[in-house]
């Protein structure tokens, strides 16, 4: 009969004591996501190996591939954990789902974060870039991002109308679409040049500008 260190040993390595099921599978696909991050930021997405992703994450690519078998499932998996890591940030600070102008007060705090986030700002206008054609693997992601983002921040504007705090008559969808494409635009102003661009001010004064015009 085989001693159970020898069955450990055909069959790999063993878990670490007090290290939970699947914990060491997990910590392998954050840090190949975080290493396909930053090359997909520095390169974009076509132009990024997956050979080079799985050196960055100290992995053979048959390593890489046993987690992820397709470039286009790695890249579902770094846009979800950025949207992930986003909503995370944001629920911190509240103890409750937003409401109203509460919904434009965290864009805001967002963009003040991402003005610290040089790597995850250079991922997503690098992929953007790239995801506007219709046969990028990111580009229905970058259609749902950019619509969820209207919708949430227009419907924000409808529930302020609503409970009294903004004007009836505030144009709800048009007001979205221009905090989404100012954030964008920002984003990229500020990649090009950060000590002249200080995209958070210029985000918050801009809602502010919302604010005093609709707000109530």
Do not use: C, Y
């Amino acid at each position: 009969m085989r001693s159970d260190a020898a069955k450990a040993s055909e069959g790999g390595p063993r878990r670490g004591r007090g290290r939970p099921p699947g914990s060491a599978s997990r910590l392998t696909r954050e840090r190949i996501v975080e290493a396909a991050a930053e090359l997909f930021a520095e390169r974009g997405f076509h132009a990024t190996a997956m050979t080079s992703i799985a050196e960055a994450a100290g992995l053979s690519q048959t390593g890489l591939l046993h987690h992820f078998p397709a470039k286009e499932e790695l890249l579902a998996a770094v846009l979800e954990h950025r949207d992930l890591r986003d909503l995370q940030t944001l629920a911190a600070g509240r103890d409750h789902p937003p409401r109203g102008w509460e919904v434009w007060d965290d864009m805001v705090t967002l963009v003040g974060l991402n003005s610290e986030r040089e790597g995850l700002v250079r991922l997503f206008t690098s992929l953007a870039g790239e995801a506007v054609e219709p046969g990028h693997p990111g580009h229905e992601w970058l259609r749902a991002h950019h619509r969820s983002a209207v919708t949430s921040l227009a419907e924000a504007l409808r529930e302020a109308a609503r409970d009294g705090s903004a004007d009836q008559a505030v144009p709800a969808d048009q007001l979205a679409r221009q905090a989404v494409a100012l954030m964008d635009g920002l984003q990229v102003q500020w990649l090009m040049d950060p000590l002249a661009v200080d995209m958070a001010d210029d985000f918050a004064t801009w809602v502010g500008t919302v604010r005093d015009r609709w707000g109530r």
